[in-house]
């Protein structure tokens, strides 16, 4: 982390409160987005996210797995965060293990639902291939290669963008296996059914500094903030998750304003990210 | 397994024996980094961070306080290989490789320049396709360089094998698990001085110089593609400036 002088930190204070931060933006503005597909060949899905100087690469990987004993007919979606040392030079050896497990773990509640599955984003019974026995293991890996505050909103934009690019394969199952036997499955090289990824939320991290909250704050506003509130919005404008860091205290009137202020942003949000989905698959069909 | 085909002399990739995969090189990539870099050989792709010089952290590592203190570490993405890995970070192979690449810088930065400091150089592997270790050291050059830390000479590495009574220069993963010997040679272009040089299995002495020949002939080539990046990357710098 740079260190910042008292007359920078009032700078970026000052700013805030009046509207105009250091880098020209309003509070509510995100920076220039700019999103690329297909950067993992071997990977079932893969996006690369650049939000101003944060670079995240998302890929996703299915392999055939047994399902939960809980739960036959669904299934299995896994997040790994892992955040390169080329990022930040304290990220080396395990000194992001904290940060990736923070990270990881707010993804795992805002995409996935509860414990019993209920309310996931991805519709885990469309993963199922055979009832009980074989189904498709979702492994989702996000890697921050380069880090300039606002992780968890690049990482579930990436993640939701390498979504839309995966295919998964279309798999023949035999018939003729015996009931207790592990059927036969001939995963197909050719066809893949693409994602349904409407309803994948995004998330909008609203930073308090001072009294003004700001929407994609740079690793320097961030350390100027007091608490930091991320909100997980669907297409809906359904709340899918809420996450609240930061260690000083937040009246619930101001928390209930972050929200649909996270709720207006997240709509437009929502707008950019589709239409460089779109053309990003309109450049891939190429 | 024909990895040469006899009749028309093409490897799996179409390549011929002494033809290296192509190369692509980006400067800046990281823009917090003082000094970074992407490098692909084929369809391996790396990017290298260098962070430095700065104040040294941890008191206990530094050895010798006229010189700086240069640390590496080499990680591979959980999606870089055709089979997701596990464990990508912390195992014996990314400690030795970790090692290699820092012996392998070591031997070209000017430490006695930047004492009590210490230059951090981490390498991230995207996609692996064989010849990782190379790829990252070019890389790590390239990131050297654009942070603008004070080197004798660009470091430069190739990798070159033996299949099918042929030398082959530049295996990708397919090759490099044949189980032919596999001859990874680090050199100082400009100098012409080797700084790395591994093999496994086994080679003939007289084989074994030839095939080094190619590789050294391989990290010639690449330093020449260096300099052209570099060369364009200070012009684009200078235009910049105005």
Known sequence: MVGLSEGEKHFIRGGIAQDIRTDGRKRLQFRALSVETGVIPQANGSARVRLGATEIIASVKAELGKPSILHPDKGKVSIFVDCSPTAEPTFEGRGSEELSTELAVALQRCLLGGKSGAGAAIDLSSLIVVDGKVCWDLYIDGLVVSSDGNLLDALAAAIKVALSDTGIPKVNVSLSAANDEEPEVDVSDEEFLQFDTSSVPVIITLTKVGRHYIVDATSEEESQMSSAVSVSVNRHGQICGLTKRGGAGLDPSVIFDMISVAKHVSQQFIGVLDSEIAAAEAEADE | ?242
């Open chain 2, 1 to 242: 397994m024909e990895y040469v085909n006899p009749l028309t002399g093409f490897r799996v990739d179409g390549r011929r024996p002494n033809e290296m995969r192509q190369l692509k090189a980006e400067v800046g990539v990281v823009a917090r980094a003082d000094g970074s870099a992407l490098f692909e050989m084929g369809n391996t792709r790396v990017i290298a961070a260098v962070y430095g010089p700065r104040e040294i952290q941890n008191k206990g590592q530094q050895v010798n306080n006229k010189e700086a203190l240069v640390r590496c570490e080499y990680r591979m993405a959980e999606f870089s290989t055709g089979d997701r890995r596990r464990k990508p970070k912390g195992d014996r192979r990314s400690t030795e490789i970790s090692l290699v690449i820092r012996q392998t810088m070591e031997a070209s930065i000017l430490k006695d320049l930047m004492p009590c400091s210490q230059i951090d150089i981490f390498v991230q592997v995207l996609q692996a396709d064989g010849g990782t270790r190379s790829a990252c050291i070019n890389a790590a050059t390239l990131a050297l360089a654009d942070a603008g830390i004070p080197m004798r000479d660009i470091v430069t590495s190739c990798s070159a094998g033996y299949l099918c009574s042929t030398p082959l220069l530049d295996l990708n993963y397919v090759e490099d698990s044949a189980g032919g010997p596999d001859v990874t040679v680090g050199i100082l272009a400009k100098m012409d001085k080797v700084t790395l040089l591994q093999m496994d299995a086994k080679l003939p002495m007289d084989t074994f110089e030839s095939v080094m020949g190619l590789a050294i002939e391989g990290c010639k080539a690449i330093a020449t593609y260096i300099r052209e990046v570099l060369l364009e990357n200070t012009k684009r710098l200078e235009c910049q400036r105005g």
